[in-house]
């Protein structure tokens, strides 16, 4: 990153600048974020597998270790159950940890401390103990790393109580949503989808932190709801770009937070297009467009003129060979198709 | 091999000194041979030559997978550059019925094992899933998360136990490969512990390459290794990883061990991984070029070479042939590559469960359906 950037991060209650817009990666703005919280709170500290002196596994933190020193940018064993343990024990005891951990498919060796311990202390504790930990980590296929680093368990980590889910699917998001999660007093899981980080785009100098607890709509429309977060949400808009083009306006609709859930932006779309897609690359059964389907037969069931459909990762481990990964997730074309046959 | 007496405290301010590390070497990196009375290995220069073959043919199937990547003929690859003789070594001690449990790095074991190279391409690039029969071989597949492996090792050999296969003339042992990052992992201890109380007839190879990606192995440990076995009650040494002969005297005493009913012993192979972790890697960003050229003069192959060129051991045509087969091997697996058919887009349904399913039934149609619609709109497709 160049120096014309750091100097943006500067707290925003400084005198405020005609903010000129930077073209930004999503790997650089989520840096830009971990880089202003640990200047705005010296509570903050990141903490994972190589995240120093390598600058991350997805080179988010490149830099930062020699900008901030091996306090605060720590590099820990190979061991997912201790870091994140550990992260809970530091949040307990006042800090603000940003653990990182490699893939979702390595948060499952630290399931237990994730779903066992912080999502229930406060609970447990009848409130006394909170854990105000982020966790950040890759989700998702594409990038040909085969079935044991590439699956989106997101939607399995909203089926929990006492956690907040994040899928920063836009620049802004990346860029503001790390410091609304870490001044959360409870737990909140970042997700980044991979195919995501060398994104690039504009963002206004003075971008800050974001709400997390609203969908957005990201592209208006009236024939259909195509609804999708994280890595799918440009998929989402490239088959809203398609239908366009066979005069179909979607509205393409991004969670942005898997829990809780924004039910009344979701049911005020389908209110209006009475059609619904739900394009996401977890698994169908029991998946997270399970929910979100769920809660639109509950809510606007009167509304649909179609029923919902879902184009969802096929039911199978992710497959390594390209063309397989690429078959076994949603694309495009698959949540075109499946508009233009609820539009009819 | 127990851990000797208390040596020297350790440079750093702690009240515990840490022994100081005993390494077993039987070949100098000059080529000297310096036998060990614990670790006796009468071999003929024949088999010092098949071990000489094997570390460069292991080297060449290595270097060309690395090329094959680079050209984008293969997705990924784990080079195992500079751990050639704690692969071979170890895998040449072990017997067919003996069972191994790989990391994703050990191609020369997979090669020691009998395992056509061309398999373990197939997998990289992602044409076969699975890659080879793991019974076939007695090597099972790679396995990704690190340390798993060790617990399934572990497991395996209970069974053996169980089978009354242990101890007595053909008792079997297992042989579970992991690396210095893995053994900061709970799967790894708890496999100790399971395999100690257990008495399980199992040798945990280590190849402590120093680097776990960009941790360095001052991140997993302050003792050396293989000095935890101890505090989990079996023996742990440290063996000269670069050295052929001695890794495999020690991983065949080990493994006689546990065939022999005497439960599980742990093998620290100190070497160093020359190349990146893998081909995603770039190891300039985070070590010195000097720790890599240091090693380089302990080269695990070069010392075999200067102890077989002296006089009377092995001539000029013996390095000849050994260059030209790696030659051949070279060329052959690189077009076994090239022409590997891609796999069916189907295929991905397969072995989802072992029986017929339904949800997968419904999803293959679908997905079959699908691409026969492009192929009626649009036959270019
Ligand atoms: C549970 C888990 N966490 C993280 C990773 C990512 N990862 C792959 S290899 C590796 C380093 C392993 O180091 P080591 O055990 O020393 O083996 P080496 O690669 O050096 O052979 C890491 C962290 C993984 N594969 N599995
Ligand atoms: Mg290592």
Redesign the pocket.
Known sequence: MTSGQTRQHRPRAARKRPAEPVTITYREAMRAAIREALQRDDRVFLMG??VGRYGG?FAVSLGLLEEFGPERIRDTP?S?SAFVGAGIGAAMGGMRPIVEI?TVN?SL?ALDQIMNNAATLRHMSGGQVGVPLVIRMTTGAGRQLAA?HSHSLEGWFAHIPGLKILAPATLEDARGMLWTALADPDPVLIFEHGSLYNVSGTLPADAGPVGIDRAAIRRPGRDVTLISYGGTLGKALAAADRLAGDGIEAEVIDLRTLRPLDDAAIIDSVSRTHRVVLADEGWRSGSLAAEVSARITEQAFYQLDAPVQRVCGAEVPIPYARHLEQAALPQPETIAAAARAVVG | MAVKAAGRASSRNHDNPIPKPELIQLLTPEGELTPHPDYPLELSVDEIKSLYRDLVLVRRIDFEAIALQRKGELGIW?SLLGQEAAQVGSGRALEPRDMAFP?Y?EHGVAWCRGLDPVKLLELFRGVNFGGWDPREHNFHLYT????AQTLHATGYAMGIQRDGAVGGEDGEAVIAY?????TS?GDVNESFIWASVNNAPIVFFC?N?Q???S?PLEKQTRVPLYQRAQGFGFPGLRVDGNDVLACLAVTRKALQAAREGQGPTMIEAYTY?MGA?TTTDDPTRYRLSAELESWKLKDPIERVRQYLIRPGLAKEDFFAAVNAEADEIGARIRQACETMPDPEPLSMFDHVYAEPNALVAAEREQAAAYISSFMTEDGAR
Request: glycine share 10%.
């Open positions: 597998e190589d596994c190979l997912e490699m390595f060796l044991q | 784990a990391t790095r990704i998360v690190i340390g992991f690396g210095d990052g893995a992992q190849q390459n680097w776990a990606i941790a991984r972790h």
